[in-house]
DNA sequence: GTCTATATATGGATAGAC
DNA sequence: GTCTATCCATATATAGAC
């Protein structure tokens, strides 16, 4: 009982300095990429010795891997589940709407996903080719469908899902640029501006326009 | 005579060789990033010695800079530069279009830039408050009056430029997703397709819609 | 579990022969 | 101009004391 008990301890005292490292690890990888980042950094940021984070992970690799592993849990998992009975612009604004949270909430994950990428992908390749294309494939059908059915404006389901990833990742791989092109001022406002802005393109571009911009006799 | 065209022939041949080591270094500084870019990698790539390689940059800092310099000049200067007499939407899908020719034939001078943003622009900041900021005021003035004068619906002019860019270099940086996405077959096409869907996108974005569709009586 | 010290490797840059 | 050899700094990872 008592052993039991104390191994339990352990693994939770464990956990938990896992996660300061990973913590820590995350801020250097996204800003430095697999190569540029150094264990002493990680340590660093952990406030740990070198040889003391190396208790915990074994190498470097270690590390990483374990990062992007988290990444595709909490970071594409949760992402959309269109409801085909739902209202399509709503769905898919909605989509809009939590991309971009994500991209202001946690930017150092996207900005570690869209250097993996940048890389080629060596690491989540075999992810990229099966898991997500199967999800986007699934998502792009329903998408389809509303578009035969009439109930958004034709588009191509695969690009126009890019086409959602891109402006909204945009603001957490580039803020750095869109603050310096915004300045100071309309910077504060760059995610409430950039919400207004994107949901009210994609509406735009979805919604059913057949010559008179009145919407369709169907439905 | 003699002495001079000798030093002219000697320059033309360090000229050359100069090119050639920035485009090695230009694959690599792509993909790896300023950290994870050896020198020995990019002398490997250029077919030199490491030490014959310093003889012509005297360090890697060197080379990265004169990349960025040329980054600049033959990537960000002959942008947009929209006729304010021109027809607005021609001219904004006319620059969308010529974005993603930038894209799709220069993806490595696309990833450089993704790189050196991501990373936090160390070496471009001043670039970006400056010369970028404003060359992109100046064209979103124009935009902007485009839209006061009802010929475009409304649109925030900055972040109008920002989904243009995002998407546009979507295609370059994160090239191997968007592949890995589409699968074999419609990959070939990928660049075909996302000029007919982003043209279309941003005409319906952009194209006046006061209630019938019909353009105004204005212009 | 955490430290100091260190083995080992890699990479930037130079010296100096040719 | 180009090479070999090398210096030196940095970085990964381990050994071993506490």
Not at 3 to 20: D, G, L, M, N, Y
């Amino acid at each position: 009982m008592a052993r039991a008990s104390e191994a339990r301890k352990e693994t939770r005292i464990q956990r938990e300095k896992r996660e300061v490292i990973l913590k820590a690890a995350l801020a250097e990888f996204a800003k430095n990429g697999f190569r540029g980042t150094t264990i002493d950094a990680i340590a660093a940021g952990a406030g740990l010795s070198k040889p003391n984070l190396l208790y915990y992970f074994s190498s470097k690799e270690e590390i990483y891997r374990a990062l992007l592993c988290q990444l595709l849990d909490t970071w594409l998992e949760p992402l959309f589940r269109l409801d085909p009975e739902g209202d399509p612009i709503a769905e898919i604004t909605g989509y809009v709407r939590r991309k971009l949270e994500m991209a202001r909430d946690y930017p150092a994950e996207s900005r570690l996903f869209a250097n993996e990428i940048l890389r080629g992908a060596p690491r989540l390749k075999d992810m990229l080719e099966g898991p997500l294309k199967e999800i986007v494939d699934r998502e792009a059908a329903v998408i389809g469908r509303w578009a035969e059915e009439g109930r958004i404006a034709p588009v191509d389901p695969h690009h126009l899902i890019f086409s959602i990833w891109a402006t909204t990742q945009h603001y957490a791989d580039f803020d750095v640029q869109v603050r310096a092109v915004l300045g100071p001022d309309r910077s504060a406002t760059r995610f409430a501006d950039a919400e207004a802005h994107l949901v009210t393109l994609f509406e735009r571009v979805l919604r059913r326009t057949d010559g008179n911009g009145k919407p369709p006799e169907d439905s």
